[in-house]
């Protein structure tokens, strides 16, 4: 079955320092792969999506994510992160739901930003 | 217009009540999703709606009754809901119900029932 899973619950990082976001996937087939975020109380937002082609996919906001094959990753980075970062990141895999395909989100990672 | 829009944003509901909640796409999308969201976890689906059919229900509670009365419209019907359904709920969209499609997701609808 497909899933998705993001290793850390919560990461705590400095205003300027670099970002890595873990997300291991489980598909049968070439996955189709996105990271959300989502602030407080607010719906989600794209930030990246691989589909194929370049393993090393850029966003929106600085992030950037690679797409390991052999590792099953596609962890997402940025090199300095910024207060406004602070929220929780969805890492999700594109499945066949039957007549119509959906989303499978992982269980996110809460970022926090320390002055 | 890369907006998915939901109405209301708040909602509080006693347990005898009935609700809608609306969600609204102008991207000429033909999939609109219907997800539900508790908090520290990630969205859970409920219904998937596809060119006006309902294509996916998730065995979610008849309480929770879905509608979509034209390609840019979704509802959420809402009737004698328990304590344990307050959550967000999120209304999301795309292209088509293609793996290699993007989904945009409204700002929610956080419902209390009291």
């Known amino acids: 079955a497909q899933s998705v899973t993001q290793p850390d619950i919560h990461i705590t990082v400095s205003e300027g320092a670099s970002l890595e976001l873990r997300c291991n996937y489980s598909?049968?087939?070439?996955?189709?792969l996105f990271w959300y975020v989502q602030s407080p109380g607010q719906g989600l937002q794209l930030l990246l999506k691989?589909?194929?082609?370049?393993?090393l996919v850029q966003g929106i906001k600085g992030f950037e994510a690679e797409f390991k094959r052999s590792q099953s990753s596609f962890n997402l980075r940025k090199p300095s992160v910024h207060w406004s970062d602070a929220a929780e990141y969805f890492c999700?895999?594109?499945?066949?739901?039957?007549?119509?395909?959906?989303?499978?989100f992982g269980t996110g990672t809460l970022l926090a930003v320390q002055p | 217009d890369t907006e998915v829009t939901q109405t209301p944003k708040h909602l509080v509901m006693g347990m005898t009540n009935k609700k809608s909640l609306k969600c609204e796409q102008h991207?000429?999308?033909?999939?609109m999703y219907w997800y539900k969201q508790k908090a520290k976890k990630p969205p859970e689906l409920m219904f998937v709606y596809s060119y006006e059919k309902l294509s996916i229900n998730e065995s979610v509670p008849s309480r929770f009754s879905p509608e979509c009365p034209n390609s840019s419209l979704l509802n959420l019907h809402l009737h004698a809901l328990q304590p344990e359904d307050s959550a967000l709920y999120l209304c999301?969209?795309?292209?088509?119900?293609?793996?290699?499609?993007?989904?945009?997701f409204g700002q929610g609808t956080r419902l209390t029932v009291v």
């Open positions: 999700a895999v594109g499945a066949y739901g039957g007549a119509t395909n959906k989303l499978i």
């Open positions: 991207m000429g999308h033909r999939a």
């Open positions: 598909y049968g087939a070439t996955p189709y």
């Open positions: 999301a969209s795309s292209q088509g119900g293609r793996l290699n499609t993007e989904a945009f």
């Open positions: 691989y589909f194929s082609g370049d393993t």
